[in-house]
Structure formats: structure tokens, C-alpha cells
């Protein structure tokens, strides 16, 4: 929970996708990596890219409001468009092939249907 705030406490300038991107993943990934240790079940490494692909959606959604209040988001920086990093994180999550990835790899493909569609609606 430590590396959790250092993560939170340290945003990035608006104007750097890449870093922004970095923070994003790295605060989902904290987070999840701590929710999984207080349940005390077994973290599996394809929960990122589907989690980053709900994230992603979220985005999308709130990002006028993100922008008024001057978040870190994916959509509010000068980054890759929401469809690219939607084809990017789906990619990611389709190359987790052991057996017990599967069933996240299949919800997955929803998620990325959806985040594609927010981002056509949505620009």
C-alpha cells in the first residue's frame, strides 16, 4: 500500500502521454496486486490488460470531466487515440495463453468491443 500512495502522490504533467500511460498502469496495477494479496488469492498478470481496457472505457466517458478537473487520464493527454490503445491493450491481453487466462481473455474481447465503440461515439 506504501508503493500505492508514492504512485498516487506522484502524477505526471498532463502533457506527457508516456508518462501518464506509466502512471496509469502502474497505479492499476498496484491496486490490484494489493486487493488480490488482502484476499489472499493468486494475482494473474492478464488482469492488467483487461482491467487498462475497463480503465480505458472510463476514460472515455469521463473525459470531459477528467479534463475540467485536470486528471491523468488516457484520453486527456496528447497520446495514441482511445482505438489504437484499445487494439493495443487487447492485443496484450489476447497473448496470455495459459489455461487459467483464458476465461479473462474471453471476457476481455467485450471489454474491447465496448471500449471501441465508446471511442467511435464519443469523439
Given amino acids: 500500500l506504501q ?5 498516487e502522490t506522484g502524477r505526471p504533467s498532463l502533457a506527457d502521454w508516456k ?10 496495477d498496484l491496486s490490484l496486486q494489493a486487493l488480490f ?3 489472499e488469492l ?8 483487461l482491467v487498462c ?9 469521463d ?18 487515440t482511445a482505438l489504437v ?4 491493450l487487447w492485443e496484450e491481453l489476447k497473448s496470455h495463453r495459459r489455461p ?11 471489454v474491447y468491443l465496448l471500449a471501441r465503440l465508446c471511442a467511435h461515439l464519443c469523439r
Fill in 3 to 7: 508503493a500505492l500512495k508514492r504512485a
Fill in 19 to 28: 508518462a501518464v500511460q506509466a502512471y496509469r498502469r502502474s497505479v492499476l
Fill in 37 to 39: 494479496s488482502l484476499a
Fill in 42 to 49: 493468486r494475482y494473474h498478470d492478464a488482469l492488467s490488460p
Fill in 53 to 61: 481496457l475497463i480503465q480505458l472505457v472510463d476514460d472515455i466517458l
Fill in 63 to 80: 473525459r470531459h470531466l477528467d479534463r475540467t478537473l485536470e486528471l491523468p487520464t488516457l484520453v486527456t493527454s496528447n497520446g495514441p
Fill in 85 to 88: 490503445q484499445a487494439q493495443r
Fill in 100 to 110: 487459467e487466462d483464458r476465461p479473462l481473455v474471453a471476457l476481455g474481447f467485450p
